[in-house]
């Protein structure tokens, strides 16, 4: 500790400390160690004037130094050398019949001893785990035969100690330069290419929608943009890996630097006729972002990151159930405003129940109580749990039920597929907990016979919920159709009087056709869901099925703010046409004008959502969370890669829920509506010769109606460029404190926690667009037709 009181730093008094060893049997030192046994370029300091020169060690010396000392081998691991000053003295030798070894004698045979443990150490690193030690492998070898060499001729001691510590001090020396090695210049470059994506999103979020005077988006050019400078970016870096331009990065890093840089200046230099470049975000946009701001920064704090389960949890609140409360009082209409607080309530609950489900960090000692767990040292579920498992598995689909039921569009296969199939894979999943929680507990007496019994159910049941889980998210669903029920009704009206002659034409009303993509797109999601379900151990389940609910209630909130916007829209345009006397605009082209968004609160709620159902689901940004067992999931034994993939959709199931269900803001109560610019085109006129109506406003020109597409991306982008300034300032952290005492236990965990969240979401976001949503797309059209669009 220094003067100040910083203890957690890399200065000198801040890694340094006085070393007393005692003993009460017999003097540690006997005769005075001789200069030729020390290395007095790195044993001695020069300290100030009061202390002077002063003797020094290494903290892990002192390991191989009292293991010999008590008479037990040296930890395979440890690349420490022993303290001299410790062994040389006389002792009595292991030869028949016993004589007694001089010092320097008692000192070489200390240092061979260490020199095999090293030598054991190396050879078994080299052959198995890992090759980064193999080039300087011959070197370090002839260093210890050297050493062997000298140990065997008489007279010769004091030249193979030396050998022996030249040996151990090159063996350490080459393994700090590999793994204890910092690259500040690396690290600055990934903070800067992190930036610069951070940037370059932000520029690709302003040129998503094409423009009145554009026949195609801007994204178009800034992508042919960013190719090019990849291109050119590919070839520098090519040549400055062959000139070694920078030495110390490999070959494969130059041409990755290189590309990513060329494609972010090549994106963030070009501008697109007439497109503005950036767009500043405005004082509301800024302070919704303050929450996620905030809970980066807090990042560099070691205390924070350690409690940071429990701080979500106040961060979501103030981010998005406060402003939702406060706006509910403000909103004209009390069916609005009313539905608002429900949800509201609702979700607020969901979160305050899912915190309750908590695992303890080593760093939080004993003010943390373990309640995901049995007890603080079982890996089995609490009592109560198990009690609520199969009553979960039934009721469950009565909720999607009840959310659908809210748009009238729990109809066609919904029935069949909410509540039989997805019933019976939450009951799959359910009875592999169980049984597994009957053969966890020995005091339950079983017969031999029971337990293979059971162990042959628990893998029937998982396999049985993953071949369900898999075909009810790819074949059946794309079979079934569409959530909807056809009614035929008549066509007359009152208000409209028959004609004399005139025949009834029936009409068909078609119940459920208002959120026909949410309908379809949620049976994909609730199918995923079980996969999830399965893998997670029943306390997670139950947080997953209130992350569920949760999900579909801010689903509600962004559509009910949607709602609310669109009404005081309405209210605006009302007091602005009686005020200029004009004509009301067509109903159907205010339609198409419509572009349903998502609320910024509502995507800062999803983010912060996926952290409550890490934590909630038994995890924390440290290796000892990795729930294991859920690599044995429909497994007989552990397998290379599925028990891997198993324990990842584990450890990571509230994110990826998340991730599948940022489509629903979207497309929830999102109908289709009719493509006028493919109803009103002639036969034999192509997409590029469709007129343009000139008494028509620019902004109903038919390429700047938004697709479903367009709006998806700009979401996707936002949510992601959310984890992207969390890991920006995580990368930062992690710089600036890459000497601090904790940075292996808790600063680096957490980086590589979101280094990873932000790939899944990356994977995600392509999933769904490419697959799920498309498909959707498909379903609808073979329903109604190609002039339906969304």
Not at 56 to 74: E, R
Not at 574 to 586: G, R, S
Request: a neutral charge; hydrophobic letters at 45%; proline letters at 6%.
């Amino acid at each position: 500790m220094d003067s100040k009181g910083d203890h957690g730093g890399d200065s000198f008094l801040e890694v340094s400390t006085a070393l007393w060893m005692y003993s009460k049997t017999h003097p540690l030192v006997q005769d005075p160690l001789p200069s030729w046994a020390l290395d007095h370029h790195q044993s001695f300091l020069e300290l100030e004037a009061s202390i002077g020169r002063t003797r020094t060690v290494s903290q892990i010396d002192l390991v191989p130094t009292l293991s010999l000392m008590l008479g037990l081998p040296i930890p395979f691991s440890n690349l420490g050398m022993i303290i001299p000053e410790f062994f040389f003295q006389t002792t009595p030798s292991n030869s028949d019949p016993p004589s007694l070894l001089s010092p320097t004698q008692s000192l070489l045979q200390s240092a061979s001893l260490n020199s095999q443990q090293l030598w054991t150490f190396l050879n078994h690193h080299t052959s198995t785990s890992s090759h980064d030690l193999n080039q300087h492998l011959p070197h370090l070898t002839r260093l210890y035969q050297r050493a062997l060499e000298l140990s065997q001729l008489p007279g010769h001691e004091e030249q193979a100690f030396q050998a022996h510590r030249t040996f151990a001090t090159s063996l350490l020396a080459t393994s700090r330069k590999i793994w204890a090695k910092f690259e500040p210049n690396l690290m600055i470059i990934g903070i800067l290419l992190m930036l610069l994506s951070l940037l370059v999103s932000s520029k690709l979020l302003s040129s998503i929608s094409p423009t009145p005077t554009t026949q195609t988006p801007p994204v178009r050019a800034l992508l042919l943009a960013g190719l090019s400078g990849g291109g050119l970016g590919l070839l520098i870096g090519g040549v400055s890996a062959w000139i070694k331009l920078f030495p110390e990065i490999v070959a494969t890093s130059n041409l990755l630097i290189g590309t990513a840089l060329g494609i972010s200046l090549g994106i963030l230099s070009f501008q697109p006729n007439h497109h503005p470049t950036f767009s500043i975000p405005s004082f509301t946009t800024l302070f919704k972002l303050f929450p996620v701001i905030l809970h980066g920064l807090g990042l560099g704090s070691n205390s924070y990151t350690i409690w940071e389960d429990r701080v979500v949890l106040h961060l979501i609140s103030i981010s998005l159930f406060l402003p939702l409360v406060i706006r509910a009082f403000s909103v004209p209409k009390p069916a609005l405003r009313n539905r608002l607080l429900f949800f509201a309530s609702l979700f607020a609950l969901c979160l305050r129940l899912i915190s309750l489900s908590t695992v303890c960090r080593e760093e939080q000692g004993g003010e943390c109580r373990v309640t995901f767990y049995g007890s603080t040292t079982s890996s089995n579920a609490p009592n109560w749990v198990m009690s609520l498992s199969i009553p979960l598995a039934i009721g469950l689909p009565i909720l999607p039920a009840w959310f659908l039921g809210i748009s009238d569009s729990y109809r066609g296969p919904a029935s069949f597929f909410f509540g039989v199939l997805w019933r019976l894979i939450l009951l799959c999943g359910s009875q592999y907990w169980i049984t597994d929680y009957i053969l966890s507990h020995q005091d339950l007496h079983l017969s031999s016979q029971l337990i293979e019994t059971a162990q042959s159910v628990k893998l029937l049941v998982a396999r049985v919920a993953f071949f369900l889980c898999l075909f009810a998210a790819s074949l059946l669903w794309i079979i079934l159709p569409v959530c909807i029920d056809v009614k035929r009704v008549d066509s007359e009206s009152e208000s409209e009087p028959k004609e004399k002659g005139e025949n009834k034409k029936p009409k068909l009303l078609v119940i459920g056709f208002a959120n026909v993509y949410g309908s379809s797109y949620l049976m994909f999601l609730v199918a995923c869901f079980g996969i999830l379900f399965l893998v997670t151990q029943p306390v997670g389940q139950v947080v997953l099925s209130l992350g569920l609910v949760a999900i579909l209630c801010l689903v509600e909130l962004n559509d009910t703010l949607n709602d609310i916007d669109s009404l005081c829209e309405s209210y605006q345009k009302a007091i602005e046409t009686v005020a200029v006397t004009q004509k009301p605009k067509d109903e159907e082209e205010s339609r198409i004008r419509k572009v349903p968004s998502t609320d910024l609160n509502i995507l800062v709620g999803f983010y912060f959502l996926g952290y409550m159902l890490f934590f909630g689901t038994g995890h924390q940004a440290t290796f000892a969370s990795i729930q294991w067992k859920a690599g044995f999931v429909g497994l007989p034994q552990a397998h290379l890669l599925w028990s891997a993939v198993l324990v990842f959709l584990n450890s990571f199931a509230g994110f990826i829920l998340v991730g599948l269900a940022l489509p629903l803001l979207q497309i929830w109560n999102l109908s289709p509506i009719i493509n006028l610019t493919d109803r009103n085109k002639k036969p034999d006129q192509d997409d590029n010769q469709q007129p343009l109506d000139q008494t028509q406003s620019p902004d109903l020109h038919p390429q700047v109606v938004r697709s479903l597409d367009t709006q998806l991306l700009e979401t996707q982008l936002i949510f992601i460029n959310l984890f992207g300034i969390n890991l920006l300032l995580n990368m930062v952290f992690v710089l600036v404190l890459r000497r601090h005492l904790m940075v292996w236990k808790i600063f680096s965990p957490r980086f590589m926690l979101h280094s990873i969240l932000l790939l899944l979401l990356d994977f995600l976001a392509v999933l769904v667009t490419v697959w799920p949503l498309q498909a959707v797309k498909i379903k609808v059209n073979q329903t109604f037709g190609t002039q339906f669009f969304a």
